[in-house]
């Protein structure tokens, strides 16, 4: 039975579901879920790129930064736990990078937390990495948990303001899937309180409860080290402004774009922009401290891009190969570089300025 036979079939029986929960299906369904099936999903024949399969440069990088974090921690043991890993090309540039230092690499735990049991059979082995569901298995992390374009593929909330917030639920008929409204709940109502947000009449947008869940569980389960958070999106004051009042969803489907969720269901990609004032407020108020906030440009420029890119250079290496390679490198900086942000947040550590961070926004 296809996806969207099995989400219609829900419907019928049941009744409407929420926006949240009909996007959950379309991303997790067991087998028939976009992230949870057998497909290409990231590079040339997949539907979109990441930083990651643009440039190995990209996870150097980060390694660079966790090094300086281990340092700062007093060079002691040093746990990173990498959420999503996907194919595992970012943990496979962290650790390429990181066992150049003998000392940090001897003390080095790897943690992944993948729930597509597909991405973990094709993930990248190395004798560093244990897999885990939940990183409660993993608790008392002393250390770095890392994401990559993770909260953004988060199942999220649709609202919209009439003469109060009202909530996106999808019911079907004949036509199709159609988008019926109720009248949201307390929690999406104290969500938007609690960040001081105020929505204009007919304003449409996305409220990620999930997010709120996830770095509650972080700060919970990291006893000493870093959170990074890699991810697109905006602070409140950007994500709500007027001109984004229609939300920020967006689908990939085979390198293309669209903003209609009930098309190519379990096939394509759904995704929303990452509010980060949400993850410093709830984080702080379970433990977290805001440590800085910058765009990947700044963040890869500041830790040594440019260097980086010189050291890389072959000797001999063809004309037209290494035009390719620093194409796909300056992409990280110009095309992703503004899209893509980094928060860093810190618990029981004292306020040290990371390399990664000298330029924050």
């Known amino acids: 039975m296809e996806l969207?036979?099995?989400?219609?079939?829900?419907?019928?029986?049941?009744?409407?579901?929420?926006?949240?929960?009909?996007m959950n299906m379309c991303l997790y369904y067991p087998t028939r879920g976009y992230?949870?099936?057998?497909?290409?999903k990231v590079g040339y024949c997949g539907d979109y790129y990441t930083s990651v399969t643009v440039s190995p440069v990209f996870g150097e990088l980060i390694a660079k930064q966790i090094e300086e974090m281990w340092r700062l921690m007093g060079e002691d043991e040093f746990t990173i736990v990498e959420y999503g890993a996907g194919t595992g090309e970012?943990?496979?540039a962290i650790l390429n990078y990181l066992k150049l230092n003998k000392k940090l690499f001897e003390r080095l735990k790897y943690c992944i937390i993948e729930k597509s049991p597909i991405m973990r059979k094709k993930s990248y082995v190395h004798e560093k990495i244990t897999w885990h569901n939940s990183i409660e298995n993993i608790s008392g992390v002393v250390g770095c948990i890392l994401s990559n374009e993770l909260v953004d593929n988060f199942a999220v909330h649709r609202v919209i303001k009439k003469e109060k917030l009202m909530e996106v639920f999808v019911s079907y008929n004949k036509n199709g899937f159609t988008e019926v409204l109720k009248p949201a709940g307390e929690e999406l109502n104290d969500y938007l309180k609690e960040l001081k947000v105020e929505l204009s009449d007919g304003y449409k947008t996305e409220i990620n409860l999930n997010a709120i869940a996830w770095i509650k569980e972080l700060a919970l389960n990291l006893k000493k080290g870093y959170v990074l958070t890699i991810d697109y999106g905006h602070p409140s004051f950007e994500m709500y402004n007027e001109h984004r009042n229609k939300g920020t969803m967006n689908c990939y489907y085979k390198h293309s774009i669209n903003e209609n969720p009930y098309n190519n269901i379990g096939l394509q990609d759904i995704t929303t922009h990452v509010n980060f004032s949400a993850l410093c407020l709830w984080g702080y108020k379970n433990g977290l401290d805001y440590t800085g906030y910058t765009d990947q440009c700044r963040f890869l420029t500041a830790l040594g891009f440019c260097n980086h890119l010189k050291k890389n250079e072959v000797p001999g290496q063809d004309y037209f190969n290494f035009k390719k390679e620093l194409f796909l490198t300056q992409t990280l900086i110009k095309e992703m570089g503004t899209k893509f942000k980094v928060l860093i947040q810190q618990k029981n550590m004292p306020k040290y300025k990371l390399s990664g961070l000298k330029n924050s926004l």
Do not use: A, T
């Open 4 to 22: 969207q036979e099995v989400i219609i079939n829900k419907i019928k029986s049941e009744g409407s579901i929420s926006f949240h929960d009909f």
């Open 90 to 92: 970012l943990c496979c």
């Open 35 to 40: 992230y949870m099936s057998d497909r290409n």
